[in-house]
DNA sequence: ACAACGACATACTAGGCGGTATGTAATCGG
DNA sequence: CCGATTACATACCGCCTAGTATGTCGTTGT
């Protein structure tokens, strides 16, 4: 949902010093840049279209160094997803757990989220979610890491509202499972969506009607 | 949503006849089934990786046809948007303006959808949504296209919702342009999401979540 | 110091893609 | 019946892409 990536990008070129004679070599510097230009170009082009030429003309980083880190373009996507897709995503979702009130909390980030949209994020959507539309269905190895994440994002949900239904936050009579997937769908569906729009109107609308739907989870004790 | 598409096809090869010699011509019919074999084959595998050759040997056309009824494949992408999907997406929700209870409506495509979720379905999604999140950030031929099928779906069921508050079937206290994102970004957000679950579990529990949702806009009208 | 391995760099290849040039047969207006 | 035009069919082209072969230079262990 975030931009994000644009944090660790840097001007492109001098990602790295001219190279060719007397360098210093940084193996794991060059695989993170390589992790996150590929990030970065997934992002705006998708898997299929990004091109590895132009992650290596972002990146500063030459063809034989990429086949040198990743056995080839599936293996670079892969790891993507393993190391910077997955983090990023959990760490949307994790604090939420963390907090007392997981309605206040999952209402400060709808909030958080429809302020913070920035024009990138409108254009270019949700990186987990744009992978899961343009991947799944074509290959297995990107599926089920993607389908992992999914379920870990969904069972954590579930076990905030459960914890909120303990606690005594969140009403009782809903099921945790529907109110989770109801909530992912709204999240990744209204961001998809936005795309289309060149407004955020739409966007904006989805999460103040996400905000009423979570508000209407409080338990109701009118008298006390 | 729905599999469609599935209805037209025929088997791909017998689709016109052996060509060669003394063959009737029918413009309209070859260009029916070019739009027709190109919706499916940018359903399975989205635009930019449609293959020509694909459509042309499921359409049993020749290239110097395509090139003759369109002229780009660009221009087809266009034309399937307007003559084959949009046509599609409207059928879906036009009859619930037509209900006289909107909710009731809409909770029967809801469970008409969790019922008849095919295999292709959940695994190549919403053709739709597919388009929107591939093509609406990289060209706007698509992006204005696609936005105005949005445009008037969410303005559909706006409107729907306020007919339902005006004769009493929708709580007068909801925002019907939050109500209308809300379940729009849910169905495509859930049907997108699907995709990465080979199981229908996730669908079927934000499509429950949606079918409570629904249930709690009824004006509540607790003692008579 | 030197060998061996890791970390790159460069040049090239094969295949698939959208698009085009050109030919030919059916259809149609007069 | 006959040109003109429409509706195809076939062969080809140039581009871009993932991937590879091979070479070279840092770095490191001994």
Redesign the pocket.
């Known amino acids: 949902m975030k931009a994000s990536a644009a944090n660790h990008s840097m001007s492109p070129q001098q990602a790295?010093a001219p190279?060719?004679?007397?360098?210093?070599?940084?193996?794991d510097l060059?695989?993170q840049q390589l992790l996150q230009c590929a990030f970065d170009e997934i992002h705006r082009s998708g898997f299929r279209a990004?091109?590895?030429?132009?992650i290596l003309e972002s990146s500063g980083?030459?063809?034989?160094?990429l086949?040198?880190?990743f056995g080839?373009?599936?293996a670079l996507g892969y790891a993507v997803v393993d190391e910077v897709v997955r983090p990023w995503v959990e760490a949307l979702w994790k604090p939420i757990l963390e907090a007392g009130n997981v309605i206040d909390a999952a209402l400060a980030l709808c909030r958080e989220l429809a302020r913070a949209r920035s024009e990138q994020a409108l254009q270019y959507g949700c990186p987990f979610n744009n992978l899961i539309n343009e991947m799944s269905p074509l290959d297995r190895g990107f599926r089920e890491r993607l389908q992992h994440i999914l379920h870990d994002w969904h069972e954590g949900v579930i076990v905030g509202i459960r914890r909120g239904q303990a606690n005594g936050s969140v009403r009782k009579d809903v099921d945790a499972e529907q109110v989770s997937a109801l909530i992912i769908s709204t999240a990744e569906g209204s961001v998809g969506l936005a795309k289309a729009k060149q407004s955020p109107a739409f966007f904006d609308a989805a999460m103040r009607g996400l905000e009423a739907y979570l508000e209407s989870l409080r338990p109701l004790r009118a008298a006390p």
Request: aromatic letters at 4%; proline letters at 4%; zero cysteines.
């Open positions: 790295r190279t060719k004679a007397g360098v210093r070599r940084q193996p060059t695989r990004a091109s590895l030429d132009a980083v030459t063809k034989g160094a086949y040198h880190h080839s373009k599936t």
